[in-house]
């Protein structure tokens, strides 16, 4: 059954018989006339009673009738959205982005994607790595920038790896140190970031592996405020080297750290098997130019 016979069948009970449905769908009257008979066969039943130049409904054509204005509107929708995919001239676009680094990695992508979609509404929602795995696990999110590794669960797109560097006070003897290894810290108390921060496991992780558990000296999801509590000697602080480098601080020295060396290695994830909308797949392709 086409959706052109269905189209020509409500045209010539719309119009009242099939000389005028010709007209209207810009074919011969016969041409009509064989596309109606085409369905009545299709079917098995007759759908029009023809009296004269006009046409009535049979029952059979009334239940027909219905159901094809159902499905020639489903067909003008799903058009619709296939021209929506092609241009991408709507939709909404959900986005977890992290509390670390989100100026630097994605401003000038937000930029590029409002000036390319301009049709495209885009939803941020700024948090933890954790959290945001939370959130594009329940839905509530299409995408989302978080730290790996992650779970099965997910898949994933790669969009920076930076190494973790160490901050110190200035006039602590080991900011004078070209590197430093982790068990050189041992004796020094940690600045940490709050809650859901999956940099903070891999800190915890990283001082275990050296043989000792770190001391935390306190906690904050700002990083500049971090910076600042290491130059009052609080603690240490471990940052991904570019945020680093852009928060000089007079009164902070950054010192490369290894043994074990960490990475900031940031992705964009969703969930595996999960539907990922035209908006999400345009994000991502952004993403992969750079």
């Known amino acids: 059954m086409e959706m052109r016979t269905l189209r020509t069948f409500v045209e010539v009970v719309r119009q009242g018989g099939f000389s005028r449905a010709a007209k209207t769908v810009f074919v011969t009257q016969s041409t009509v006339s064989k596309a109606v008979k085409q369905?009545?066969?299709?079917?098995?039943?007759?759908?029009?009673?023809?009296?004269?130049?006009?046409?009535?409904l049979t029952a059979a054509g009334e239940i027909v009738y219905r159901r094809a204005l159902t499905i020639l509107a489903q067909g003008d929708d799903l058009k619709a959205e296939l021209e929506e995919l092609r241009g991408l001239k709507g939709g909404v676009l959900r986005l977890g982005v992290p509390l670390i680094g989100s100026n630097t990695l994605f401003a000038h992508r937000f930029?590029?994607?409002?000036t390319r979609y301009p049709g495209i509404e885009l939803q941020l929602m700024e948090h933890g790595s954790k959290r945001l795995e939370e959130l594009v696990l329940a839905g509530e999110l299409d995408l989302a920038a978080t730290l790996l590794p992650v779970g099965e669960e997910f898949e994933w797109q790669e969009v920076?790896?930076?190494p973790i560097d160490v901050l110190l006070p200035v006039e602590h003897p080991l900011a004078a140190s070209d590197k430093l290894a982790f068990r050189q810290l041992k004796e020094l108390p940690f600045i940490l970031y709050g809650p859901g921060f999956a940099l903070n496991?891999?800190?915890?992780?990283?001082?275990?592996?050296?043989g000792f558990t770190p001391k935390v000296s306190a906690q904050s999801s700002q990083v500049d405020f971090v910076i600042e509590l290491v130059a009052t000697r609080l603690g240490v602080a471990l940052l991904p080297r570019m945020i680093a480098e852009q928060r000089p601080h007079p009164l902070t020295r950054r010192v490369p750290v290894e043994q074990p060396a960490l990475f900031w290695h940031l992705a964009l994830i969703w969930r595996r098997g999960g539907y990922l909308s035209p908006a999400a797949q345009a994000w991502l392709a952004l993403a992969a130019e750079g």
């Open 160 to 162: 920076w790896r930076e």
């Open 111 to 114: 930029a590029a994607y409002r």
């Open 39 to 56: 369905l009545e066969d299709e079917l098995g039943l007759q759908l029009l009673d023809r009296i004269g130049t006009n046409v009535k």
């Open 201 to 210: 496991q891999m800190i915890i992780d990283a001082c275990r592996e050296s």
